[in-house]
């Protein structure tokens, strides 16, 4: 199968890949496949691409196309690795009835969880700095390459949809569903929200380990996984980082009672994320950012249980009950953040 593989790669890049490979897998994305593909001293990232999560593939294609063209025009100071292109000038590879797409690798270090406030802060200044860069692109030309993908409304009510399909839940689940429709309220905030904020061209996949330090730690090399760029809002960006960066534990930990917000890290990455922007944001996307933590953990949770009611098909899952732990484990850390609502406000209105 690897040999089949191998010839069929070089086929496909010819300009890159010429002698003997070795490929070993890569990394902790839940979507795509990612390995490392070694040749001799050179190395890529070669990814199985799952094309049952991105329908529309040609959409990436598009938005990448235009972003590209941004960053020709105006540089970043850390790299945006996209697919290199087949011999047929195609960002996608069909391999036996696969599809693959290669990227050059990028040396350095993935954090699933930051040692030191300092990272923290880097990794929001560089998300920040991001969203400035990406703020003279109009959102509107960017095509949604998973439909309304962050639409917290939709997954609730897809969440509520399914339980209800459903004869009757065991008393985990149902204890956890009950959790998740007592945030009502955070729903009607987010829609409020919706009303009044600028649509940008955001990442919408800022988890810490979608960017890459240098092996040092000292500095953002790159920021990878740019499949969702498309239109979305400050708050998802800065809220999936404080989901990400801000927790005790990371989103596969079982350890339910020790699952909590770390407060110092949520107001070292608001400070970073206002420094990377530049104060490039109106008043009400500010404000905004101060529930951008809750709105991107429950709809992670929302997601979770809905998978783990549908029987796991869409997160990659290592054991069955993965998705109604990793569900279990982001209402731990939603709650634990609303505790900390007004220490968070105060905390904003002296930046
Ligand atoms: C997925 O592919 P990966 O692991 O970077 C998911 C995100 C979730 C995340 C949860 C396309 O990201 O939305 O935040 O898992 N991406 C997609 O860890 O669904
Ligand atoms: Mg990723």
Known sequence: MFDALATALKQAYPQFIDAPLTL???????????????????KWILQGFNASVFRFPERIAHNL???SKHLNQSPLP????????????????????????????VQGTTLQ?????????MAAQAYGKFAAWASPLPAAAFEETI????????????LKEVAQDLPSLPEEEQGLLEGYLAQQPLIDYYLKQLAQLPLRVMHNDT??????????????????DLDTLMGGYLMYDFGDLVRTVACSLPETSTEWNQIQVIPELVEELLSGYLEGLE?????????????????M?????????TDHLEGNVYYRVTYPLQNLHRAKNQLALLQSQQAYRTRFAQFAAQL
């Open 65 to 67: 196309h235009l972003l």
């Open 113 to 121: 969880q930051v040692q030191q406030p300092a990272q923290a802060r």
């Open 24 to 42: 070993s897998p890569f990394g902790e994305g839940l979507i795509h496949e990612t390995l490392l593909l070694r040749q001799s001293d050179n």
């Open 78 to 105: 850390f790299e945006l690795p996209l697919p290199l292109l087949t011999r047929e000038g195609k960002g996608l590879a069909a391999i036996e009835g696969k599809q693959y797409r290669l990227f050059d690798f």
């Open 207 to 224: 988890k810490i380990n979608n960017l890459i330090f240098a092996p040092s730690l000292e500095k953002v090399e790159a920021l990878v």
């Open 297 to 305: 953990t429950l709809i992670m949770g929302l997601r979770f249980l």
């Open 147 to 158: 439909p309304n993908f962050h639409r917290l409304d939709l997954r609730y009510a897809r």
């Open 279 to 295: 104060g490039a944001l109106s008043a009400e996307e500010k404000d905004s950012l101060l529930f951008g933590g809750e709105i």
